[in-house]
């Protein structure tokens, strides 16, 4: 079965530094997010990319933020001048449609775990 | 904004029924999914309801009701593995974005 997926696993920083999230949607998707979990918390929405540009963002994806879709394979989510409050696991997923009669469910990575010191 | 309140934490036997429950407030509703989450891992979807009714997949049954707000997740005969969180996520209008609530924590006993 396709997957979704993410490198690396594990990424440890430091404070200020900048962090370049990888991931590898499924191939016929056409639809991809990135979503965010601190320990213990909800998952939180971050952005939405659908043909070449951003969907829908919430007020976590500030400037801080930013995503690309470099080639056509890979999505990624660069963090700037990271802060030790973005140590969570970042998913990254996908889903093959959206609109209103859609079901296309959303399909997750394993998840980037970072950790900012 | 919205609101999806779910239970923390539920406990249930081996062999048994669970309903997991799930409440939310939303304007432009468009769908309630819901996801299964084992510690450390990423969420997997398991069920979608968009209309009012059951849907039944295997031993995982979901349901809705729009004018209450409400679904539930019922998981038959329950497994040890069946332990997990299990996410209750609401997409509002014609995006895609899903909000999810906090998980309800399942724990299965022998």
């Known amino acids: 079965e396709p997957e979704v997926t993410q490198t690396p696993s594990h990424q440890v920083t430091q404070m200020g530094q900048e962090v370049i999230l990888r991931c590898v949607p499924i191939?016929?998707?056409?639809?991809f997010y990135w979503y965010r979990q601190i320990l213990g918390q909800k998952v939180e929405f971050l952005v939405s990319?659908?043909?070449?540009?951003?969907?829908?963002k919430s007020e976590i994806f500030d400037d801080q933020f930013s995503v690309e879709r470099p080639d056509g394979s890979n999505f990624t989510l660069k963090i700037r001048s990271t802060k030790l409050e973005d140590s969570a696991m970042y998913f990254c997923?996908?889903?093959?449609?959206?609109?209103?009669?859609?079901?296309?469910?959303?399909?997750f990575g394993n998840g980037t775990r970072l950790t900012v010191t | 904004g919205q609101n999806i309140d779910q239970p923390t934490e539920m406990t249930a036997t081996e062999g048994a029924i669970v309903q997991i429950n799930c409440t939310y407030q939303?304007?432009?509703?468009?769908?309630l999914f819901w996801y299964q989450q084992h510690a450390g891992e990423a969420p997997t979807f398991l069920s979608y309801n968009v209309l009012d009714g059951l849907e039944e997949k295997g031993r995982f049954s979901s349901f809705l009701s729009r004018s209450k707000g409400y679904s539930y997740l019922l998981l038959k005969e329950l497994q040890m593995k069946d332990s997990a969180s299990y996410l209750c996520a609401v997409r509002k209008n014609a995006g895609n974005m899903l909000t999810f609530g906090g998980g309800t924590r399942l724990m299965v006993k022998p």
């Open positions: 990319f659908y043909n070449n540009e951003i969907s829908e």
């Open positions: 939303t304007s432009g509703f468009n769908g």
């Open positions: 191939s016929n998707h056409l639809y």
């Open positions: 997923a996908s889903s093959e449609a959206t609109g209103p009669a859609s079901n296309s469910p959303l399909h």
